[in-house]
T-cell receptor, first 117, second 118 residues
């Protein structure tokens, strides 16, 4: 049982290049999320998918797009990378979105470390 | 504005020296508080959820408590393997485009870096 798998683990891009970060979960979860983690800023939500077929913006969506490919997979795309997008990116999933419930517990992947030069 | 503040930013302990980490929050509509542990180069690992003031949960040397304004993570007789960054997060209402309101937005604090020396 792998949980949440992210690829690649490391990536170096030049300004203006594009790339897609891949995420897959094997826990049959309905909801999936993309975060970025920067020193001193904590984890910030980029985009989320409440359920298969839906996506919506989080706190810091500018410069990113997402695709919920199916229930298992949720990808994050940088169309034209900028140095400000240098960060560690985490994908997470939870069983559902529900008040006062352990279904909200989010499980995280190991992260993708991205540098944009 | 919803805020989550963790203190201290960093904490150094000797093995066996008990202490507490603090997570204070000013949010409207708290639907739960989560504690995670993060080791260097890895993703956050879930530890606890707390839903109401007065609730407590324990796991090995860790005990989490919740009041109306803050949560504490108590570490009893820590060991070097407890060294990590500890993150707290509050669960807030989240509107999504399917209509209506549901709950799933985690707002994270900055984290406390705990180092336990042998």
């Amino acid at each position: 049982n792998a949980g949440v798998t992210q690829t690649p683990k490391f990536q170096v891009l030049k300004t203006g290049q594009s790339m897609t970060l891949q995420c897959a979960q094997d826990m049959n979860h309905n909801s999936m999320y993309w975060y970025r983690q920067d020193p001193g800023m904590g984890l910030r939500l980029i985009y989320y998918s409440a359920s298969e077929g839906t996506t919506d913006k989080g706190e810091v969506p500018n410069g990113y797009n997402v695709s919920r490919l199916n229930k298992r997979e949720f990808s994050l795309r940088l169309e034209s990378a900028a140095p400000s997008q240098t960060s560690v990116y985490f994908c997470a999933s939870s069983e559902a979105l529900s008040a006062f419930s352990d279904k909200n517990i989010q499980y995280f992947g190991a992260g993708t470390r991205l540098s944009v030069l | 504005e919803d805020q989550v503040t963790q203190s201290p930013e960093a904490l150094r302990l000797q093995e066996g020296e008990s202490s507490s980490l603090n997570c204070s929050y000013t949010v409207s509509g708290l639907r739960g508080l989560f504690w995670y542990r993060q080791d260097p180069g890895k993703g956050p690992e879930f530890l606890f959820t707390l839903y109401s003031a007065g609730e407590e949960k324990e796991k090995e040397r860790l005990k989490a408590t919740l009041t109306k304004k803050e949560s504490f993570l108590h570490i009893t007789a820590p060991k070097p393997e407890d060294s990590a960054t500890y993150l707290c997060a509050v669960l807030l209402p989240l509107n999504y485009n399917a209509g209506g309101t549901s709950y799933g937005k985690l707002t994270f604090g900055q984290g406390t870096i705990l180092t336990v020396h042998p």
